[in-house]
C-alpha cells in the first residue's frame, strides 16, 4: 500500500541540526495527523490538519513545526531537538477531520525513524 | 480527555488457539472504536472498527465486541496463524481525536 508515504524512513541528527520530514497521501484525503511513537507508550497525536488549517496543537514543544501547504501534503521540521525526541514519527491521513472526522478510519504511513545524538 | 487503557502488554498463544484483547476507555462520549495492528518495522493498519451504535462486528477470524454501559470493548482472534503475531493498538474517539492504547504485542507459537 502506497497511500501515505514519508520521508525519510531513518534519520539521524544532532540537537542543534535542522531537519523535516515529509508526509505525502495519494488517498484524496482532506485531514492529516502526525504521531509520536515511542516504545511501549500509546502513540501521541501531536498535530492535526484539516483542509489545510490546523485544528489541533497538543501541546506540542516548539521546537517542532508543522506545516501543511495543501491536502496531499504535511511536513514536520524539526529544530533544537533533545534526545528524548527520539522515536518513530508516523503521519496519518483520514477523508475529514474535526467532529466529522472523528469516527472515520485513519491510514498510517511507514513512519520516519528519528534518533537525536 | 480521552484515556485508553489495555490489557494485556503480552499475549502469547499456541497456534490454532484464541487470543482476546481488552480496552477500557473514560468518556462516555466515545463514539467509533479502531483497532490496529502493526508488524515489526511497519506502519499500523486498520484490521476492524465499530461504532457505539453496534455491540458486535466480525470479519472472518477478527471479531470485535462493545459494552458502552461498562465503556470497555475488546478484539478476538480465533484460529490464530504466525502472521497474526505483531502488536495490536485498540483506539477510543472524542470529538477531534484518537486516543490509543498503550498496545499488546501477540506471539503466535507453532
Known amino acids: 500500500e502506497t497511500g501515505v508515504t514519508q520521508t525519510p524512513r531513518h534519520l539521524v541528527m544532532g540537537m542543534t541540526n535542522k531537519k523535516s520530514l515529509k508526509c505525502e497521501q495519494h488517498l484524496g484525503h482532506n485531514a492529516m495527523y502526525w504521531y509520536k511513537q515511542s516504545a511501549k507508550k500509546p502513540l501521541e497525536l501531536m498535530f492535526v490538519?484539516?483542509?489545510?488549517?490546523?485544528?489541533e496543537n497538543n501541546s506540542v514543544p516548539s521546537r517542532f513545526s508543522p506545516e501543511c501547504p495543501n491536502s496531499s501534503h504535511l511536513f514536520l521540521h524539526l529544530h533544537t531537538l533533545q534526545p528524548e525526541d527520539s522515536a518513530l514519527y508516523l503521519c496519518?491521513?483520514?477523508?475529514?477531520?474535526?467532529?466529522?472526522?472523528?469516527?472515520?478510519?485513519?491510514?498510517f504511513g511507514d513512519g520516519t525513524r528519528l534518533s537525536i545524538l | 480527555g480521552e484515556n485508553v487503557e489495555q490489557h494485556p502488554s503480552t499475549l502469547s498463544v499456541q497456534e490454532g488457539d484464541s487470543a482476546v484483547i481488552k480496552c477500557t476507555y473514560s468518556?462516555?462520549?466515545?463514539?467509533?472504536f479502531p483497532w490496529y495492528k502493526q508488524e515489526l518495522g511497519k506502519r499500523p493498519q486498520l484490521i476492524i472498527d465499530?461504532?457505539?451504535?453496534?455491540g458486535e462486528k466480525k470479519d472472518q477470524r477478527i471479531a470485535v465486541t462493545l459494552n458502552k454501559t461498562a465503556k470497555h470493548f475488546s478484539l478476538h482472534i480465533t484460529e490464530t496463524q504466525p502472521e497474526d503475531s505483531a502488536v495490536y493498538f485498540c483506539a477510543a474517539s472524542n470529538d477531534y481525536k484518537l486516543s490509543f492504547g498503550a498496545g499488546t504485542t501477540v506471539t503466535v507459537r507453532a
Open positions: 468518556d462516555s462520549a466515545s463514539n467509533y
Open positions: 496519518a491521513s483520514s477523508q475529514e477531520g474535526g467532529r466529522v472526522g472523528s469516527n472515520q478510519p485513519q491510514h
Open positions: 490538519y484539516n483542509f489545510k488549517e490546523q485544528t
Open positions: 465499530i461504532r457505539s451504535n453496534v
